[in-house]
């Protein structure tokens, strides 16, 4: 008879902070596992904490309550499979990323995290110590070994794992998304089974913690690459995964291989998971938007509507003498299409107010930019006073072009609580939208169909603060900007790089002066889905005091 190992894999999503709540799922999935006959339920790093907890993880009496649950989920699950799980450690006086064994009622091993990450959004190296290279730890007469994330993206743990006597690889993960990170996480897990000749099993968890975005998609390798299983992206999922002992070690057993969505569904999936576990996880229950008939503000609407539903969506239109016709008929369609309630609130009143009220000091000046912000930051205070009165989260609206450049008011459009396309350049807006007009999945909890008017995508983008104002007025053509910003922001290149790709100096000399003197800006924006590898806010750390200007 085929000897069989059998592990149920629990592709969750916990909340950082919540130890009760999280170790409550982990109870469950094990009993899940239990009455599957596993051998062995698993799941994903630091589950007991959430992920990533950053400095709160260093807070004495949070670790201690941590590790306290994880002794308590030993003694729950005395009987039956083992149980794996993600948590701190204290050995000595370090603090480690851990992941612990429990069995029959006590924690019978530890791995301590190798191989810490101290790039893009994470800072492990000053949050933990380095465990030392171990070997495999043993569940029944089987030996698995259990590089944590970051330890599977090197050679040195794996390897050392398998001349140790590990029988088969089950790596832990707290892996966010980006844009492309499924290949790339396949990649390096092919690069581990061929140079060890284990099977590998990647355990990801899902769920958005602030801006970041966990997106499962936890398969399984054997030996030469090839693919036994694959998870769906972004949804928990419980699934009991068999191995078989043949004559030439553990092999995998064939299961599900869930199909994996193109980059312009799982941008937005992330966008949309990310807001509602903002929401979820803060106790926001319904959000609230100014509207104003642009394809900025409507596609946020669209993913608020999709993540919490259409009637947990405010939708306010704030005109002023400079806006058009036409943009108040497309924020009612819009509004309208989606099923959110829409409010109507002219800011004419109240800035005639602040127009007379400033007049004594302005005098003798000419109208300017500050007329133009007044009108933005009445929108804000407005759009605040709704959110304070109904416990609504102002979301705001600004695309990654913008963001990038400061072509937002501060205090004006740019407040509010969250911000799920921060992170979307604003040609990818346009084709985003156009994406969502033709799907509908079953996890979106706005209506099918075109929800989107068509006039709001093809019409000259506007702040319609003046009369007759464009965006290209102040800032090059969005495909020239955001092919520019790509190469500045993106790819940390230089204006010469620019001018290289057939770029002219001076547009490139002007988008690189506006991101350097918008650093304050962002430094007070709202928190936004990242989607890339160089999202505003932790991927890319930039000094607010700076004169550094490339002059190549």
Known sequence: MTERFRITLAQLNPTVGDIAGNAAKARAAWEQGREAGADMVALPEMFITGYQTQDLIEKPVFHQAAIAAIEDLAKDCAEGPTLAI?????????????????????IVSRVLKHDLPNETVFDEVRLYDSGPLGGPYSVGNTRIGSPICEDAWHPEVPETLAETGAEFLLVPNGSPY???????RLNQMVARVVETGLPLIYLNMVGGQDDQVFDGATFGLNPGGDLAFILPPFDEEIAHIDLARTSEGWRIEQGEKAPQPDQWEQDYRAMVQSLRDYCGKTGFRKVLLGLSGGIDSAIVATIAADALGPENVRCVMLPSEYTSEHSLEDAKACAEALGCRYDFVPISGPRAAVTE???PLFEGTKPD?????????????????LSNKFGEMLLTTGNKSEVAVGYATIYGDMAGGYNPIKDLYKTRVFEQCRWRNANHRDWMMGPPGEVIPERI??????????????????????PVLDAILNILVDLDGSVSDCVAAGFSREDAKKVERLIYLSEYKRFQSAPGTRLTKRAFWLDRRYPIVNRWRDEG
Request: hydrophobic fraction near 35%.
């Open 86 to 106: 993600g948590g701190p450690a204290l050995e000595g006086a370090g603090l480690f990323n851990a992941y612990y064994i429990l069995t029959k009622g006590r």
């Open 178 to 184: 980006y844009r492309g990170k499924l290949d790339t």
């Open 357 to 359: 009220t400033l007049a």
């Open 369 to 385: 930019l500050t007329e133009e912000n007044i009108q933005s930051r009445l929108r804000g205070l407005l759009l605040m006073a």
């Open 457 to 478: 995508i093809t019409k000259p983008p506007s702040a319609e603060l003046r009369e007759d104002q464009k965006d290209s007025d102040s800032l090059p053509d969005y």
